[in-house]
């Protein structure tokens, strides 16, 4: 499977706890997005990287979070000290980011987080 | 402030109807505009593509149309199966990088 995958599928902690989630795009692909989901709403724009470089970062993304994207490959997103509100589905998505180009976005199956 | 609303109500049709989904937006200048399909716990998958010099975009029994000076987005499947039954999110994108979601519409197609 060459897709977008995402690991851990589903992620139980209890609140203040830190966590980490992983991304791994489409191979040839430069961009990789993080989204938030909950139930009922559309994917949350949180931040997105070209290669390596982290371009934009939401407002919802507080301080808590960090993303990262060493060597321009998989990704992490790490939440410190979490709290209930962050209950979510994390998504990932690729896409090939050409410039001047329609973009289309390549989504992975989710993470589910659950912070009792 | 910048706003996108899909079909507030979920829609319920009946096996082999077009069923109809809305899109429409506010304070926003789209490059263009994408549609997913999204199942229950699972991430969304892109179907089609639309860009603000297009009318009208086609794929099997999907149909797109985009009307830049309404701001809105039709998108239509005909021949509808109870397979169809999902979420369907719109998407605006200005090129800027990141992409915009509508809550999407949750259709059912009854046998």
Redesign the interface.
Known sequence: DTG?SQNPRHKITKRGQNVTFRCDPISEHN?L?W?RQTL??????LT?F?NEAQ??KSRLLSDRFSAERPKGSFSTLEIQRTEQGDSAMY?C?SSKGLA?S?????????T?LTVL | SQK?EQNSEALNIQEGKTATLTCNYTNYSP??L?W?RQDP??????LL?I?ENEKEKRKERLKVTFDTTLKQSLFHITASQPADSATY?C?L?T?A????????TTLTVKP
């Open positions: 977008v961009r997005y989204y009922g709403q559309g994917p949350e724009f997105y070209q371009l934009e998504l998505a001047g329609t973009d289309t976005q390549y989504f992975g199956p989710g589910r | 996108i490059a263009y994408q997913y716990g699972r991430g969304p998958v892109f593509l860009r999110l998407a994108d090129n990088g990141k992409s915009t979601f509508g809550d999407g």
